[in-house]
T-cell receptor, first 111, second 113 residues
Framework: QQQVKQSPQSLIVQKGGISIINCAYENTAFDYFPWYQQFPGKGPALLIAIRPDVSEKKEGRFTISFNKSAKQFSLHIMDSQPGDSATYFC??????????FGTGTSLTVIP | NAGVMQNPRHLVRRRGQEARLRCSPMKGHSHVYWYRQLPEEGLKFMVYLQKENIIDESGMPKERFSAEFPKEGPSILRIQQVVRGDSAAYFCASLNMVGTEAFFGQGTRLTVV
């Protein structure tokens, strides 16, 4: 049973455009929703995270939108840059327990 | 994150040998996760450990795989009698007792020949 479903699997965006990656989760006990960025040959790096008491969190060009009733959350990358090209993973979990990861989205930003 | 140290970075083993992967968490972190990542795939949970305690090993294969996190020293993921299908990147992540942010190491890339 996949606890976190992520889409799309791959995404190509023009430089300056908006990249949007979506995730849905099953378990209503989850209270922590991080996004990770992974470059080839590297470990995932925490990008931004949100808790369900807020509907949106913004850090620079990265924004998480959270819809508790729909059990969905998304990552928006504004003004996408070629350096943003990486694989992005959403995750969800309950504090103190294991995280469940989405299957990843390979983002390519073309100049 | 440079704070979580995994070694070796690359490991080559012949079929039937044992592989030992080490993970030193960030200072002050007492919990570690181990994940496996196959090429072009996502991260698959394997085991969640606290010092001297296995909290959740539901993602670990029943045979050949074991993990420990002793009171002193790094966490160890041990794979006995490796097979070609064990070839993957293995990542360790550590988090603090509050259990919020998890920081990943650079991974160990295991190749079974």
């Amino acid at each position: 049973q996949q606890q976190v479903k992520q889409s799309p699997q791959s995404l190509i965006v023009q430089k300056g455009g908006i990249s949007i990656i979506n995730c849905a989760y099953e378990n209503t006990a989850f209270d922590y929703f991080p996004w990770y960025q992974q470059f080839p040959g590297k470990g995932p790096a925490l990008l931004i995270a949100i808790r369900p008491d807020v509907s949106e969190k913004k850090e620079g060009r990265f924004t998480i939108s959270f819809n508790k009733s729909a059990k969905q959350f998304s990552l928006h990358i504004m003004d996408s840059q070629p350096g943003d090209s990486a694989t992005y993973f959403c995750a969800a979990g309950a504090t103190g327990n294991q995280f469940y990861f989405g299957t990843g989205t390979s983002l390519t930003v073309i100049p | 994150n440079a704070g979580v140290m995994q070694n070796p970075r690359h490991l080559v083993r012949r079929r039937g040998q044992e592989a030992r992967l080490r993970c030193s968490p960030m200072k002050g972190h007492s919990h570690v996760y181990w994940y496996r990542q196959l090429p072009e795939e996502g991260l698959k949970f394997m085991v969640y450990l606290q010092k001297e305690n296995i909290i959740d090993e539901s993602g670990m294969p029943k045979e050949r795989f074991s993990a420990e996190f002793p009171k002193e020293g790094p966490s160890i993921l041990r794979i006995q009698q490796v097979v070609r299908g064990d070839s993957a990147a293995y990542f360790c992540a550590s988090l603090n007792m509050v259990g919020t942010e998890a920081f990943f190491g650079q991974g160990t890339r295991l190749t079974v020949v």
